[in-house]
């Protein structure tokens, strides 16, 4: 990247998170042992303010550890960017379970939009609890607001959880449940390559990548048969990029993909010190 050419920057907020998922690259490191406080926040809005100053940029994304952890914090942060530059946009990848109505309408009026991790069939198994079943009012309404760019759903592909198309019947019978009209942006990503980290055993892994190939075929047709339908609304078709770059970086990797998040090719990021760096690890 040329000097002074940053469009986005990623803020982490630190590492404190209410879930301990084995296959996110901050499990184990969340007993929020340091972040973002009240103590730190000048320093924080200080580069910004700088950062803001310097370069063109478009939008600011919010990370942890789980951001709303620190939600205070986070608000301030956003407001006194609207302050600087009116034009910045928000991002936030969150687990989602902090999230209720209130949070929800002031979210929206600063234009967040957000990611949120979520397991589909499998939340329960991998993080105890599916918020979605108890509290969904918060997400319909930020679905109903705007359901193409707002908000998504991002639930990670492991073993056991390795099949698009039970994502996919989750979210649907989840919305059909709530009597949505808008289907949820669903995208399905794979965890890291290594296999300790989604627990597939050696015994396990042959059988894992033929039902994976098997259940990504399938999907691979359903997006075909959607397109010649000249419907662009399934789940398939609405998180295609996902689903042809997975493809090629798992056959070409020989079943272990790593996929990593990106940070550090076109973005910046800034620590709870103020520090700037390119990736947050």
């Not at 010649?228 to 997975?246: A, G, P, V």
């Amino acid at each position: 990247m040329k000097k002074n050419q940053y469009e986005m920057i990623t803020m982490y907020m630190g590492n404190s998170c209410n879930f301990n998922c084995k296959y996110c690259s901050e499990a184990g490191s969340n007993s929020g042992n340091y972040g973002i406080s009240k103590e730190t926040l000048p320093y924080f809005k200080e580069n910004l303010n700088q950062i803001l100053k310097k370069n063109p940029i478009k939008t600011l994304q919010f990370f942890g550890g789980e951001p709303m952890m620190y939600y205070d914090e986070m608000m301030e942060i956003a407001r006194y960017t609207k302050e600087v530059n009116p034009e910045v946009q928000f991002t936030m990848i969150t687990n989602g379970s902090l999230i209720n109505m209130k949070r929800a309408k002031e979210l929206l009026e600063l234009d967040f939009g957000i990611s949120i991790s979520h397991d589909g069939p499998y939340q329960e198994l991998q993080r105890d609890r599916d918020f979605l079943k108890t509290n969904p009012e918060p997400f319909q309404y930020y679905i109903e607001y705007d359901h193409l760019t707002r908000m998504s759903f991002g639930s990670t592909l492991s073993y056991p959880n390795y099949d698009y198309l039970a994502v996919y019947e989750y979210f649907e019978d989840w919305r059909i449940k709530n009597g949505m009209k808008t289907k949820p942006r669903v995208i399905c990503e794979l965890a890291h390559g290594c296999l300790d980290r989604v627990d597939i055993r050696k015994e396990n892994e042959e059988a894992y990548y033929d039902k994976w190939c098997a259940t990504l075929d399938q999907v691979m047709k359903n997006l075909v048969d959607g397109v010649k339908k000249n419907d662009f609304m399934t789940y398939e078709y609405r998180q295609y990029y996902h689903l042809l770059n997975q493809g090629i970086w798992f056959m070409d990797t020989d079943g272990k993909a790593i996929l990593r998040c990106g940070q550090g090719k076109n973005r910046v990021s800034i620590d709870h010190k103020g520090d700037v760096y390119a990736c947050h690890n």
